[in-house]
């Protein structure tokens, strides 16, 4: 049986002359051992895997229909063909590229920052912005008292990593590393600055763990946010079991729960829990401080201890303190800001200033007790730079800042006895 | 070959979001070897290439916002990539303005994956390949890469290569033609030869 196949071309003649390509029969072809190898070496076979080109397409497949038993070798060949790679290179150094993209990017940022002079801040539910001016200072003088030179001494602690124990593995964050939760995937940038993710098992608890110093922030599988200051905690589970949502802190979050009138989300600390069903707050509750507090943007929120229970309302801040549980109104700007970076002071005793900060920067002042509390009032922008803040430091707490490596010294200065404005 | 639904995935994710560094840092992880290999093809130095990689994920990055219409990130990153490198040129060579386009060189690599046939027979098919492409003008030899090892479209390899989809077409394809010139490699019998003569008789007698 003999089977046509037509071609059409012109020669260099100029002559349209017809192609008969005779394929022979299985009779004829015995002689000639038909393999892979054969398609291999035909320039035209290669071409086509190259270009895949439409009319050869058509010719090819309706070689091997009429050719049914080169079917296996003609695959074969089409699998070997698939290996070929042009050009495939793998270049070194492609990480470091990246990073100078990224400080790019972060320079082109800055300036433009610095030309607008604002930072808007949006509250997540409820879409309010406030406008906050960068490094302006205010300062009440409300015990002025005189004093000798005294020194405070602090010290910039070794620096320690956002540590991510889930999957069975202890993973090392980038600084401000973001991680999130997908169905049975957490994904995370690591200290290289590449994405990477793993899988995790529905059964697993996971734990992030952010030093003083850091900040992190974390996408849970149902969408709430999280942002983690430093020295906190957080464990939280793979996938929400079917009734609640609940995660443990240790430590300071703030939080935008997602919606869910069937799973009402807990946030347990150590002696207080937080029942919400869609809305945000911030929770500190850290292992050193005598006190914890929630304090709610929006929504609302049950706090339950061993002993008590209260609901409390947007604006409210609830507080625990020897065992009492409290509740006031406030500013709860002055509690969440450092989700922006800036901290805010109302009144605020000098030892927890400086608390605050150490914490934030990994710094330990020691010799801050020997410091009448004097009450500060002001924003401090938390900046990258440890100098600027520790300038901004010693300006609200009226001492002057000498840092060599990592001790700093906050000088007193003396002052005389001031009658208030 | 490029891992394309990948590829578009995060493309989507990084337009959308709001500070979406993972999506660019995988999107960047995706392209940056080929594009760099790309540039190096022309014949730039592997400096110029990742200068330009650079300026073009910098753009990405910081004009987002004016990227929403484009929704295939590869034929955007490749032309992008491509432009960036010949301004670099421009730049260069001020003095020397005949540089064109068209007379830039297109060099192929050739390599083949791991596969069941043995080590000669990979070489022969290497050289296949290699002497294929030799016979390709560098255009030819682009489209061919673009098409096979990028996966983009005629549509697409056309807007790179400034031409019009039939010229892009026929660009790859032109390939097939100048080896139509050559015989049949596949059986090369004296019969073949026979009937081939036969048939020219005939059709140009009888008119089929």
Known sequence: MLNFSFFDYKTKKGLSIGVIHFVYNRYIMTDKLFTYSTFLEDKRFVQWRLSREEESDKYWLSFIKENPELEEEFNK???????????????????????????????????????????????????????????????????????LNEEIIGKTLPEEHVTLMAGGKIITLNQDAKVRLDDKQMSYTD????????????????????????????????????????????????????????????????????????????????????????????????????????????????????????????????????????????????????????????GTPTSEVLKKVGRYYNISFDGATSLPDKKITGKLFLSENIDDVLSSISLLTSTEYKREENVIKLLKNERRNKPME | ?????????????????????????????????????????????????????????????????????????????????????????????????????????????????????????????????????????????????LRYMQEMDYEDIAVLLDMNVNSARRLVSRGIDSLRDKTLNMGNDSLTVLIFLLAAYIKENLSL
Not at chain 1, 93 to 102: A, E, G, M, V
Not at chain 1, 304 to 316: A, G, I, K
Not at chain 2, 17 to 27: K, L, V
Request: proline share 2%; net charge neutral.
């Open chain 2, 1 to 145: 070959m490029k891992e394309k639904y990948a590829a578009d995935n995060f493309w989507q994710k990084f337009l959308d979001g709001q500070d979406d560094y993972e999506a660019f840092s995988r999107i960047y992880n995706l392209y940056i070897n080929d594009l760099l290999s790309y540039g190096i093809s022309f014949g730039f130095a592997e400096e110029t290439c990742r200068d330009a990689a650079h300026d073009l994920f910098f753009k990405i990055y910081t004009e987002k916002n004016r990227l929403s219409s484009v929704k295939n990130p590869t034929s955007y990153l490749f032309r992008s990539f491509r432009n960036h490198l010949f301004n670099i040129q421009k730049r260069q060579n001020r003095l020397s303005p005949d540089l064109t386009l068209e007379k830039s060189a297109f060099t192929t690599e050739i390599t083949i994956l791991d596969s069941m046939i043995s080590e000669e027979e990979t070489q022969k098919l290497k050289r296949i390949v290699e002497d294929l492409l030799k016979e390709l003008t560098p255009r030819q030899r682009e489209a061919i890469y």
């Open chain 1, 77 to 147: 060949a089409i699998r070997v063909c698939d290996k070929i790679r042009i050009n495939e290179k793998i270049f070194a150094d492609t990480d470091s590229l990246y990073q100078h993209i990224l400080q790019s990017i972060s320079t082109h940022r800055t300036n433009k920052q610095k030309r607008k002079h604002i930072i808007y801040y949006l509250s997540s539910a409820a879409a309010v912005a406030l406008l906050l001016i960068i490094g302006t200072l205010y300062i009440v003088n409300k015990n002025t008292v005189s004093t």
């Open chain 1, 191 to 346: 200290s290289s600055n590449t994405t990477k993710s793993i899988e995790v098992d529905d059964v697993q608890i996971n734990k992030l763990i952010v030093p003083n110093g850091k900040r992190s922030s974390i996408v849970l599988t149902d969408g709430s946010e999280i942002w983690i200051n430093s020295g906190t905690e957080l464990t939280f589970p793979s996938t929400f079991n079917k009734k609640t949502r609940e995660i443990d802190v240790e430590g300071e979050i703030y939080i935008n729960v997602a919606k869910s009138n069937e799973k009402p989300f807990i946030v347990h600390t150590r002696e207080l829990s937080i029942k919400v069903y869609g809305t945000s707050f911030n929770v500190s509750a850290y292992k050193n401080d005598n006190e914890a507090s929630v304090v709610l943007v929006s929504g609302s929120v049950e706090i339950n201890t061993h002993n008590n229970s209260v609901r409390m309302l947007p604006n409210e801040m609830a507080k625990l303190k020897d065992g009492d549980l409290s509740k006031n109104t406030v500013d709860v700007s002055l509690y969440t800001s450092w989700v922006d970076g800036v901290f805010i002071f109302d």
